[in-house]
């Protein structure tokens, strides 16, 4: 198992951001967290298998229609035990 964290800026709250990421995030089999940051950019903690994070990682850029993504960073981190994905 694979983790990352990615950090997406732009109009990425008020937007459904965290709640569409849910939803990409357990239709891929990827558990985590996707919390709103104090900067108005959204933090994404992701784990699950190499092509589901890249999947996951493509559709970040796009979110949900409303939201407009100006960057999505990301960054590996270590393996962890997850349960669920949850937003915050």
Same mark, same amino acid.
């Not at 559709?59 to 407009?68: C, I, K």
């Given at each position: 198992?694979?983790? %990352? %964290?990615?950090?997406?800026?732009?109009?990425?709250?008020?937007?459904?951001? %965290?709640g569409s990421t849910r939803g990409?995030a357990q239709r891929l089999g990827?558990?985590g967290h996707a919390v709103n940051?104090? /900067?108005?950019?959204?933090?994404?903690?992701?784990?699950?298998?190499? @092509?589901? *994070? /890249? @999947? $996951?990682?493509?559709? $970040?850029?796009?979110?949900?229609?409303?939201?407009?993504? /100006?960057?999505?960073?990301?960054?590996? *981190?270590?393996?962890? @035990? $997850?349960?669920?994905?949850?937003?915050?």
């Amino acid at each position: 198992m694979t983790c %990352r %964290r990615y950090i997406v800026t732009g109009r990425v709250q008020g937007v459904w951001f %965290r709640g569409s990421t849910r939803g990409e995030a357990q239709r891929l089999g990827i558990t985590g967290h996707a919390v709103n940051r104090p /900067d108005g950019s959204v933090e994404v903690v992701a784990c699950g298998s190499e @092509a589901a *994070l /890249d @999947a $996951l990682g493509e559709w $970040l850029w796009s979110g949900p229609d409303m939201a407009r993504v /100006d960057s999505v960073t990301r960054e590996d *981190l270590p393996e962890r @035990a $997850l349960s669920g994905f949850t937003t915050g």
